[in-house]
């Protein structure tokens, strides 16, 4: 592995709108290969953008124009010192600052079966669950109301 740490040795909490352990939002897609190994996936989401899968399949990272734009977290996303991996989703949505009661914002059929899936905009999080448990969190950028501003609410100056 050349000096790359295995995933469970990587710090993985998650700073919204920012990060999540060494992996940073905006930051070049080539980054990732200092520490983790993956592999380039062929989704066909259009011609700027990539998606790269860590060897354990733990981590998803997309880039647009060669920036990473989305980090799925598949085994960890710990927020507040909380792995919200395997969490049931009223737990994980009250860890979060939303109502516990929130319901879904979409659903989405996989082979397995239904995945739910919570958009948390405040906090740049989309929470997918199955069976009433985390499966992953997908985290990004967080955008002002314009669509376009990337704004950084937490990082302290």
């Given amino acids: ?22 992996i940073v939002l905006g930051n070049p897609a080539e980054s990732i ?25 733990e981590w998803m990272i997309s ?14 996303c710990v927020y507040e010192g909380v792995n919200l991996v395997g969490l ?11 109502d516990r009661n929130k319901s879904a914002d979409d659903s989405v059929w996989f082979e397995d079966g239904d995945q739910d899936v919570y958009e948390v905009d405040s906090l740049g999080a989309q929470i997918w669950v199955f069976k009433g448990r985390v ?4 985290v990004m950028e ?13 990082r302290k100056s």
Avoid: Q
Avoid at 34 to 48: A, I, M, Q, W
Avoid at 63 to 76: H, L, P
């Fill in 135 to 138: 499966d992953s969190i997908a």
């Fill in 88 to 98: 049931p989703i009223e737990d994980c949505l009250e860890r979060l600052g939303c």
């Fill in 1 to 22: 592995m050349g000096g790359k740490k295995a995933l469970k040795e990587i710090d993985a909490t998650w700073i919204p709108g920012e990060s999540v352990g060494p």
């Fill in 33 to 57: 290969s200092s520490f983790l190994t993956v592999e380039r996936k062929n989704y066909d989401c259009g011609p700027e953008d990539e998606t790269f899968c860590d060897v354990d399949d």
């Fill in 142 to 154: 967080i955008y002002d109301e314009d669509g376009v501003t990337v704004i950084h609410p937490f």
């Fill in 63 to 76: 880039a647009e124009n060669g920036y990473i734009s989305t980090i799925a977290c598949f085994r960890k």
